[in-house]
T-cell receptor
Framework: GEDVEQSLFLSVREGDSSVINCTYT??????LYWYKQEPGAGLQLLTY?????DMKQDQRLTVLLNKKDKHLSLRIADTQTGDSAIYFC????????????FGKGTTLSVSS | NAGVMQNPRHLVRRRGQEARLRCSPM?????VYWYRQLPEEGLKFMVY????????ESGMPKERFSAEFPKEGPSILRIQQVVRGDSAAYFC???????????FGQGTRLTVV
């Protein structure tokens, strides 16, 4: 089955770019997702990428997908203190995409 | 359009009691998913339901846990005879038919004392 790995912590200064990395084991995910979780809150879908794409840009967010290396990254440009949160990448456990497999999350800390 | 609504937000139960967690999906969404998040862990898939049907329960513990999504009313995740190890945040997500993009509720934090 799918296994998703992420680095646990990332610390950046306000205004810098943040890059959060994720590796996965199973290539059957049709979509790969990035979610954001603020303290005590639910998960907010940030963006997702179709598995046949290499890159997707959405305002300050850039998702890069390297299918050969099974590597997914999320770049946040001009990181703000409000971006401090836990970021989860997720893939599908099945072709239908109805059961997501989450990494353990990367805690992003932004200092001013 | 209100988001996915879960209640209660916090639930405290003594060992051996029952916990009932409710989830109202977004308007127009007929697919509901339940996930469990243990402290400092990622979310683990539990069950996927459509109206009146359990589609995939491969992540549900074999005993004490059950889920339903009736024709009318919210989806319910029921945990019987709770134990300390059930303490976790339980998240519900919903999606419309034909879409895999899931929207999450704010979760119910269950504490078993």
């Amino acid at each position: 089955g799918e296994d998703v790995e992420q680095s646990l912590f990332l610390s950046v200064r306000e205004g810098d770019s943040s890059v959060i990395n994720c590796t996965y084991t199973d290539s059957s995910s049709t979509y790969l997702y990035w979610y954001k979780q603020e303290p005590g809150a639910g998960l907010q879908l940030l963006t997702y990428i179709f598995s046949n794409m290499d890159m997707k840009q959405d305002q300050r967010l850039t998702v890069l997908l390297n299918k050969k290396d099974k590597h997914l990254s999320l770049r946040i440009a001009d990181t703000q203190t409000g971006d401090s949160a836990i970021y989860f990448c997720a893939g599908s456990a099945n072709q239908a995409g109805t059961a997501l497999i989450f990494g353990k999350g990367t805690t992003l800390s932004v200092s001013s | 359009n209100a988001g996915v609504m879960q209640n209660p937000r916090h639930l405290v139960r003594r060992r051996g009691q029952e916990a009932r967690l409710r989830c109202s999906p977004m308007k127009g969404h007929s697919h509901v998913y339940w996930y469990r998040q243990l402290p400092e862990e990622g979310l683990k898939f539990m069950v996927y339901l459509q109206k009146e049907n359990i589609i995939d329960e491969s992540g549900m513990p074999k005993e004490r846990f059950s889920a339903e999504f009736p024709k009318e009313g919210p989806s319910i995740l029921r945990i019987q005879q709770v134990v300390r190890g059930d303490s976790a945040a339980y998240f519900c997500a919903s999606s419309p038919p034909g879409k895999t993009e899931a929207f999450f509720g704010q979760g119910t934090r269950l504490t078993v004392v």
